[in-house]
Structure formats: structure tokens, C-alpha cells
């Protein structure tokens, strides 16, 4: 059975302190100090709470029974979107919240980052420094952006498939593609590409 979806708006009011919480002090706190924080005099109100926080799926147990961080608390609030032609009035209105990790990760026990290094796929938006967000056991396709070993040698080029015959090829004219002469593997597809500033 799966965790019932809601805005965060339907979330409890002190869910909010609890996050400030965790966020301030990185670890969850304990039944005392969301007692403390939610103004609750019973062990029992506080136990309530914490089910209720639960069963909506904001916050986890581990098999000792220790409050964990849910899903939510790395949600950002979504406020809309932003023009990138001609400027136009901004308007800020609060649509909903969303997670980077459900946005960006399907599967995430196939998934893992990469840093990259080397500017052959400056072209495609990827610079030395940015991290790709990658993924195995998916069958690329002529057009995809991949992780691959050639002839023992790993690298990240664009896929091609041309005729049968299969090549790596560059973002950036300085690097000549790549034809394997004896064996070309692809480990895993690029599915994001995540830069900080």
C-alpha cells in the first residue's frame, strides 16, 4: 500500500518546526522535544502525532522504532516558472512543493553521480566540475548521452548507431569520435546534469 499523496498544505502545523528542526541540528528530535515544540503536555498526544506524521508518510521509522527523515523533507517549493526570453511580469504563487530526488531519480537503486572531468562534452551543456546523475541496466539509444568503456578506456560521449555500426561521439569539434576497434560497453545513461554556482 502506497503513502497517500497530499500538498503540503494538508501537513500537520508542527511538521514545519520538526523539519527546521532536523535541518538545524541534522537528526531528527526526540518524542521530549517535539513535545516541547509542539506544546504538548501527554506522552500520549505526542505518540498521536508522530503516528499521524507517519501514516502520511512525513516521517519514517527504522526497524529499532528511531524516527527517521520521510521523503518530504527535502522538498522545495515549486512557485511557478520564469521566463527565459523577454522579461515579463513575475508573479510568485506557491503550486506545490517537490522533491529533487523524485524529480530527477526513477530508479534509485540504479542510480549514482559522476564528476566529470575534461571538456569534450562542453557542447552538450556539460563542463568539468558539473555532476551527471546516471543510470544502469536501461538500453541506450542512438542519441543518448552515456557512460561507456571502450577498448578499456572509460568516457561520457553521446551514443551513435549509424548503419549497424555503433561510434561515441563528442560535444566539442576539438574530439574526433570514437570507433571501437575491439569491444565498446555502456554501463549506464546520463539522466541529469546538476551544477551548483
Do not use: C
Amino acid at each position: 500500500m502506497g503513502v497517500p499523496t497530499f500538498t503540503m498544505r494538508k501537513a500537520p502545523k508542527h511538521f514545519d518546526r520538526i523539519v527546521s528542526f532536523y535541518r538545524a541540528n541534522r537528526r531528527m528530535p526526540s518524542h521530549a522535544e517535539i513535545a516541547e515544540m509542539a506544546g504538548l503536555k501527554s506522552k500520549g498526544t505526542t505518540y498521536k502525532l508522530v503516528n499521524r506524521l507517519e501514516k502520511l508518510g512525513l516521517v519514517e521509522r527504522d526497524a529499532k522504532g528511531k524516527l527517521l527523515p520521510g521523503r518530504h523533507f527535502n522538498k522545495v517549493p515549486l512557485l511557478g516558472a520564469v521566463e527565459a526570453g523577454w522579461p515579463s511580469p513575475a508573479e510568485e504563487e506557491l503550486l506545490d512543493t517537490m522533491s529533487l530526488e523524485e524529480y530527477l531519480i526513477e530508479r534509485p537503486d540504479s542510480t549514482y553521480m559522476l564528476r566529470v572531468q575534461g571538456d569534450s562534452m562542453v557542447d552538450a551543456g556539460i563542463v568539468p566540475g558539473d555532476m551527471v546523475l546516471v543510470e544502469q541496466g536501461v538500453r541506450e539509444k542512438d542519441g543518448d548521452i552515456v557512460i561507456a568503456e571502450v577498448d578499456g578506456e572509460w568516457t561520457m560521449k553521446y551514443y551513435r548507431k549509424r548503419g549497424g555500426k555503433v561510434y561515441l561521439e563528442a560535444a566539442n569539434p576539438r574530439y574526433e569520435r570514437i570507433v571501437p576497434t575491439d569491444e565498446l560497453r555502456v554501463a549506464a545513461v546520463v539522466r541529469a546534469v546538476i551544477r551548483k554556482y
